[in-house]
């Protein structure tokens, strides 16, 4: 709306293919280790460790039949007595002389990571955007050390409190519980959360709130039904970002989490230790790893793309 | 009529400072019932600080608000019944016209049942010459057409007083000029009380019935256009209305103008400025440049050093560099500190 937008000349065509050469170039190689990841997790053990790596191979679910399953070795002759497989998962581990005996914790983790990503998320931006109208509408005393002082909490790497924060939940009883998984990520979330917001409903004029106001509304109502439609956009671009921390979050998961409330990412690389290096279960579980973001961000990408280049269009 | 019209906005030695700034200095004001009066006064004047003062969205530090006989300074905005015109970004963006339309009377406030609001909008959209964009988002409209619908957003309600803020700057001269229009007929038509602040004297001269002229958040002068216009109290009302601007020549050029004693400056009016060629030698002026605007032409008259405007017929024969006689019609007189000085 503002007038002063920047440039408005259109890039000739030639400059156009080149960027988009460029683009596509870019993009080719972001998703080659993609790709590969997707694909080793179809391979069966050997061919993903064969050299010179196998381009061309015969699909086998083996990698996502372990990645679900827990199995245990047997004799042989033991395997030889048992009654015809019941599954294809069962008939991979009975070639490799193991049987199946249950279902793995992959599933359990994952709906942990589902829990806790999303619902820190959730906080991370009802926090945020109600913290970020309040620094943007009314007078907060030491409004701008306030603030700087919440951007601060991100000026060292959350990993440097990690072992006070690990003492500290323990006497409290957080160690280990999506409670506890879903604070911790939201107070690393909700600086960065508050920042994005603030920039984003600085943006809506007041007048559209006042007008509400005059008109009747109370501010709640106004804050619900004016500010936070228009604010659509940085909402959504600042949950993506809420949510792939959240979700990609190695470290702490690691030291906090051990059972009941382990998340997925240090639960794929443990896939390893079981039974030999079985490249094809984590690859598979990466590859399911990533679906989740996937989806959200493709639900969401209008939005995104809005979203991050908004203050760029504006200013 | 035999019921009497309560002044339905008055304000009450009204002082608002904005740290040390003084935005509103002692104002009092009564809009009556009906009334159209248009605050003028240059950016900073006070102008829109005076109208949110009435919302509610400022509250004063000194003096009181009444609306409808009510005292309202301590309510917050949505307990007043007014309604608020901004001077752009009146329109929800993620609404269309019609929910835009709605949206003051949809208020938790009103409760006002869905089927009335759908004859009102549509009434109100008629009325407006919109009703074919009620589908429209906002945002698919053209600069008139949002301006219409933010003023239909006002007109939805029947509040005790319209407020608006400079609600045509935004738009070309053409649709200002049709747009100025409509608000009158608007006006005559609901017989609604409207306080309509605008820098724009055309505005004020052509939809007021009152003008109050504001000066660094004083009101310096109230009353009809007429009277603004023709009695303005100091140089600086005087110098609001107007176009060309007034001109204000000293004392001293004109030594047989009879004039008070305390009267420095001479001010008087382009249509009060007479121009005749000069037969003799004894021409007071000389014309400096003609503007043609087509429909008039002002002309630019050196008097000593000083510039007098005025308009003269294209058929008057007069061209650059004539010495003209000047001849002073309606002169007003002004002390040195640009007050009024009134003859006897």
């Known amino acids: 709306m503002t007038s002063h937008a920047h440039s408005v000349v259109q890039p000739s065509p030639l400059s156009q293919r080149i960027a988009g050469v460029i683009v596509v170039l870019y993009a080719v190689i972001t998703m080659v280790p993609l790709a590969w990841i997707f694909l080793t997790g179809f391979k069966s053990g050997p061919d993903s460790i064969a050299y010179p790596p196998k381009v061309l191979f015969t699909p086998s679910a083996e990698g996502y039949c372990n990645l679900f399953t827990t199995r245990s070795r047997q004799s042989p002759e033991y395997i030889a007595q048992l009654p015809p497989t019941s599954g294809i998962c069962d008939a991979f581990a009975r070639t490799s002389n193991m049987v199946v005996v249950g279902a793995s914790n992959f599933v359990p983790r994952f709906v ?66 999506r409670l506890g998984m879903i ?30 106001l005059v008109d009747g509304y109370t501010r709640l109502q106004a804050f619900l039904k004016v500010v936070l439609p228009q604010a659509t956009t940085g909402i959504v671009a600042t949950a993506i970002f809420c949510l792939i921390f959240a979700w990609n979050e190695y470290a702490f998961a690691v030291l906090l989490t051990s059972g009941e409330a382990q998340t997925a990412p240090p639960f794929i690389p443990i896939i390893i230790g079981e039974g030999g290096q079985d490249w094809p279960a984590v690859a598979a579980g990466s590859t399911l790893f990533l679906l989740p973001i996937l989806v959200f961000t493709v639900l969401l990408r209008k939005h995104l793309l809005r979203g991050i280049t908004f203050g760029a269009l504006r200013k | 009529m035999t019921v009497m019209r309560m002044a339905e906005l008055v304000m009450e030695g009204v002082t608002k400072r904005f740290g040390a700034t003084v935005a509103i200095a002692d104002l009092t004001l009564t809009v009556g019932d009906g009334e159209f009066l248009v605050l003028l006064g240059p950016t900073g004047a006070g102008k829109t600080t005076t109208l949110r003062l009435v919302a509610g969205l400022e509250g004063p530090d000194v003096g009181r608000v009444l609306l409808a006989g009510r005292d309202v300074t301590p309510e917050p905005p949505a307990a007043r019944d007014t309604t608020f015109v901004f001077q752009q970004y009146s329109l929800y963006p993620h609404l269309t016209v019609y929910d835009n339309l709605a949206f003051p009377l949809r208020s938790p406030a009103r409760r006002v049942p869905e089927g009335k609001i759908r004859t009102r909008v549509l009434e109100i959209a008629q009325l407006l010459h919109i009703e074919d964009k009620l589908a429209n988002r906002a945002t698919q409209l053209s600069g008139g057409q949002m301006q219409r619908v933010a003023i239909g957003r006002a007109l939805v309600r029947r509040p005790s007083i319209y407020l608006m803020d400079e609600p045509l700057s935004s738009l070309d001269a053409k649709l200002r000029a049709e747009m100025r229009v409509e608000l009158k007929r608007i006006h005559r038509e609901l017989g609604a009380t409207i306080l309509y602040v605008t820098h724009d004297q055309t505005e004020a001269m052509t939809m007021a019935t009152h003008i109050g002229v504001l000066d660094q958040g004083r009101l310096v002068q109230i009353g009809s256009p007429r009277e603004i216009y023709a009695d303005p109290i100091n140089t600086y009302v005087a110098m609001r209305l107007g176009s060309p601007a007034i001109n204000l020549v000293p004392r001293r050029l004109y030594p047989n103008v009879e004039a008070p004693a305390a009267a420095e400056t001479i001010g008087v009016r382009t249509e009060h400025v007479r121009i005749r060629k000069s037969a003799n030698g004894g021409a007071v002026g000389r014309v400096k440049w003609i503007e043609h605007l087509g429909d008039q032409n002002h002309l630019h008259v050196t008097i000593a050093d000083t510039d007098v405007v005025t308009l003269c017929d294209r058929d008057a024969g007069v061209v650059v560099g004539d010495a003209v006689d000047v001849e002073l019609t309606a002169p007003l007189f002004f002390a040195a500190n640009g007050e009024r000085v009134r003859a006897n």
């Open chain 1, 112 to 177: 942990n990571s589902l829990i806790i990503a999303f619902g820190s998320t959730a906080l991370s931006v009802v926090l945020g955007v109600t913290a970020a109208y309040a620094f943007s509408r009314f007078k907060v005393p030491a409004k701008d050390d306030l603030l700087f002082f919440i951007l601060s909490t991100r000026m060292m790497p959350p990993i440097a409190v990690a072992i006070p924060i690990y003492l500290m939940y323990r006497d409290v009883g957080l160690s280990d519980t």
């Open chain 1, 183 to 212: 604070l911790l990520y939201t107070a690393v979330n909700v600086s960065l959360a508050v920042w994005l917001l603030k920039g984003f409903i600085d943006e809506i004029p007041r007048e559209y709130e006042e007008a509400a």
